[in-house]
């Protein structure tokens, strides 16, 4: 008699990805591979060996600081790849150099221009990102406490107007643009080839294309789990003036990031209901930053997997 094959058992795998310019990042255990796909149709790819912080520092790995850590490592690096990715494509459409960038090439050699660059767009990243999901929403809940005395309910104001700025930025300003709907759509190429590797399946447009766009583990699901623990963690601020205020919530930025990650990391990794529960808005949210793909999207995503699969079967696992 013989003997049936049998489909390998799924599992989650800490593989992880970013959509680009017309391509995917993917990272997996030793190394990350960037996979774009150019004007003519052909495909270009990168492999870099994975330098992450606590290679160097071990503590940097330890729960509630790895959470820091691993966020401003994958903001370097996914500049990085963004900066690769926009490279690759033709040159009419890559935009001329601003006068900083001008200046800093002409004053630096190319190596040191680079990184003066690379770590600048980090930085104003950083602080775009604090400023508008952070301090913004402190300042507005200020502007109406001063209107209707918010009392104990402040926190709860700053909340909502957090959360209210993040979803009108990613519907209003992001979805409307068709370059950044296209990143969305190779977003969602991402996810459904993850999820194809995890359930063990053959990885072909045909199997990437039946799963589902919305992961667990998103970085998008992370910032909406950021949102809700800077609600809890904040409401320990009782601080009256606007500005202390701001202070002790950048003070306390670094809490939040620690807290979200584990939970992230616990959910990515759980079938209770109580993680699928915290996962559903986050992967709701995604509806907004990811869209179906097409299939050649998928043959990009596909291939940028392949190239960070590790030798030893299952050393990738969450």
Known sequence: MAQESKTPAPFRTSIGGQALIEGILMRGVDRQAIVCRKSDGTLVSRVDPLKLSKDKHPWMGYPFIRG????????????????????????????????????????????????????????????????LFALL??????LLNRLVPLGVWRGLAEGIFRLAIFLGYLKLVCSRQKDIYRVFQYHGAEHKTIFCYEAGLPLTVEN???????????????????IFISILVFSFVRTEGTLARMG??????????????????????SDSALARIASAPGKA???????????????VAIESLKLVLPEEKGSDAW
């Open 208 to 226: 990437a294309r039946m799963q589902s766009r919305f992961h667990p583990r998103c970085g998008t699901s992370f910032l909406f789990i950021v």
């Open 248 to 269: 002790l919530h950048l003070l306390l930025l670094p809490v939040v990031v620690s807290i979200s990650y584990e939970i992230i990391k616990w959910a990515g990794r």
């Open 68 to 131: 820091v850590v691993n966020f401003l490592d994958s903001m370097v690096n996914g500049v990085k790849a963004i900066t690769w990715s926009a490279e690759q494509q033709p040159e009419d459409e890559q935009g001329e150099p601003d006068k900083f960038d001008l200046w800093i090439q002409k004053h630096f050699s190319d190596e040191t221009a680079e990184k003066i660059i690379l770590y600048t767009a980090v930085v104003l990243g950083i602080a775009l990102s604090v400023g």
């Open 137 to 142: 929403p402190t300042f507005l809940a200020g």
């Open 285 to 299: 949210v995604q509806h907004l930053t990811t869209a179906e793909p097409d299939d050649s999207m998928l043959e």
